[in-house]
């Protein structure tokens, strides 16, 4: 069973920029984040692949959004600027076991919060 550990939320003024990170306890393979702000449904936010060459993200945060991730520390990062107000929600980290990249993520973390105020 692998752990994921999230980092990173906060508070910041919209405009401003928050990197988050996610270190697993062992390797995984693909991983991506979520979100869910209050009174809404948990939604996917981006993913990479296991090797970094391919990322997805939703289409509100493209643009403004990176994903990548460093394998030798089996830490995913969620570099994201020009935040606005509706980007607030509690951000989750999520992995796969195995090459497998359909139908849910095997892992998920706790949650960190970020809040964008206006």
């Known amino acids: 069973q692998v752990q994921l550990v999230e980092s990173g939320g906060g508070l910041v003024q919209a405009g401003g920029s928050l990197r988050l990170s996610c270190t697993a306890s062992?390797?995984?393979?693909?991983m991506g984040w979520f979100r869910q702000a209050p009174g809404k449904e948990r939604q996917f936010v981006a993913s990479?692949?296991?090797?970094?060459?391919?990322?997805w993200y939703t289409d509100s945060v493209k643009g403004r959004f990176t994903i990548s991730r460093d394998n030798a520390k089996n830490t995913v990062y969620l570099q994201m600027t020009n935040l606005k107000p509706e980007d607030t929600a509690v951000f989750y980290c999520?992995?796969?076991?195995?090459?497998?990249?359909?139908?849910?993520?095997?892992?998920w973390g706790q949650g960190t919060q970020v809040t964008v105020s206006s």
């Open positions: 999520a992995a796969r076991k195995s090459v497998i990249m359909i139908g849910p993520y095997d892992y």
């Open positions: 990479i692949s296991r090797s970094g060459s391919d990322t």
């Open positions: 062992g390797p995984t393979f693909a």
